[in-house]
């Protein structure tokens, strides 16, 4: 989780005021009439102390600005996440049954009660089901996907041309090296021409940056790696130590300027710039509107996938982002997705167009806030443009 930008921040008290309901009335299930104990009510009061700070230390920023080591912080924000999750949907559950369980009275059928009990209590372990499976399964089930993107007016030499994009890898606590690795080996298979990181190296300060860039390095491809960085290099304080890292390693992070690359007859211009707060809506890529190349595929990296109205009307032919991890938690309701990057942005993850540009969001391959990932597994993203 992170705050600062207003997307982010109404989603998140959205959130705790649903999350403190939840835990008031589970107090008040567990307790009946907690008024009369005073120690119980006592023991509920630390309870809800204790889960209000874990609640703070699930946010980056929080972790970054105090002194709780950055490892303990984000296991106690990612425990406490995990636990109000489950004890809200357990309890919404409760709630759907109840009027159902009264009805299953001493006169029911002994062997159908049963049945319905069981059932009952199936579907109140479900929560937990679920998030093990997206912590276990899910989290690290590393998936290649391959998009055709038609491009009006591609030069002939780039049709075909093959793009690697990897994003938000967020390597530390919940992300090893050796997950890390295999995501590489898996991405070098792909045999890019060119391959592109779009930030979230790390989540926090004392992350192992130096060991992400290093693996990153491994991957070859015909006209090199570039890259832009994230809000979590930002709040990490790691800005100029990732572009010094990356540099030391062959990758260029572009910081608010553009590099040309010559392919057959054809000429790209890569442009990199810094994430993109979303409270600076109105100042979206200042810096990047001189940096489109006439004549060439203007191509720009940008961790914000919000930026796409503003890059297609400056006359960039691609953006790639990530930032949003695909919603991370996905839930498909009546056709409906549900996640919460759609609180702050509706490009979530995949092809967008508008006109002639194209955006392409990548769900990325780390997490962050809890270990887990539902209906949005990570993605090695590999790129073919087409000429439309």
């Known amino acids: ?47 809800g102390t204790l889960l209000a700070l874990g609640y703070a230390c699930s946010f980056s920023e929080v972790i970054g600005r105090f002194w709780l080591p950055p490892a303990i912080g984000a296991t106690f924000g990612a ?18 049954l109840h009027p159902i369980r009264k009805r299953i009275n001493a006169a029911t059928d002994p062997g159908r009660r049963r049945v319905l009990s069981a059932a009952g209590g199936a579907l109140m372990a479900s929560p937990l089901a ?26 002939p030499d780039l049709d075909g041309l093959r793009i690697l994009q990897l994003s938000d890898i967020h390597l530390g606590l919940f992300l090893s090296e050796r997950d890390l690795a295999r995501v590489i080996d898996a991405a070098q298979e792909l045999r890019p021409h060119i ?19 290093r693996q990153l390095a491994r991957i070859k491809a015909d006209a090199g790696m570039m890259g832009c960085l994230g809000n979590h290099e930002r709040y990490a304080r790691v800005e100029p130590l990732t572009v010094e890292l990356a540099a030391r390693a062959g990758i260029r992070i572009l910081r608010g300027e553009a590099e040309q690359l010559r392919i057959g007859n054809a000429l790209v211009n890569v442009a990199g710039v810094d994430y993109q707060r979303f409270t600076n809506k109105g100042d979206y890529l200042r810096e990047a509107a001189s940096l489109v190349y006439p004549g060439a595929l203007n191509v720009l990296l940008s961790h914000n996938p919000d930026v796409f109205p503003v ?58 806030g809890i270990p887990t990932r539902i209906g949005a597994p990570p993605e090695i993203t590999l790129i073919r443009l087409r000429k439309a």
């Not at 679920?130 to 030069?155: K, M, Q, S, W």
């Not at 009307?313 to 691609?318: A, S």
Request: aromatic share 10%.
């Open 1 to 47: 989780m992170v705050v600062g930008d207003p997307g982010h921040v109404i989603f998140d008290l959205i959130l705790g005021f649903v999350f403190l309901l939840a835990q008031v009335r589970l107090a008040a299930l567990v307790l009946g009439r907690a008024y009369r104990r005073p120690a119980a009510m006592l023991v509920m009061a630390a309870l």
């Open 130 to 155: 679920v998030v093990a499976y997206g912590a276990l399964v899910e989290r690290t089930n590393f998936r290649v996907r391959e998009t055709d993107i038609p491009l009006a007016g591609l030069a």
């Open 311 to 368: 890059a297609a009307r400056q006359g960039y032919h691609l953006t790639l982002a990530g930032h949003t991890h695909g919603g991370q938690v996905t839930v498909e309701i009546l056709d409906q997705t549900i996640n919460p990057a759609r609180f702050f942005t509706p490009y979530v993850r995949g092809l967008y167009r508008l006109d002639q540009a194209a955006e392409y969001v990548t769900r990325g391959i780390g997490t962050i």
């Open 195 to 213: 391959a592109f990181a779009t930030g979230d190296f790390i989540s926090n300060m004392g992350d192992p940056l130096e060991t992400c860039i």
């Open 79 to 96: 425990v406490t996440v995990i636990y109000l999750l489950i004890s809200t949907a357990a309890l919404v559950i409760y709630t759907l």
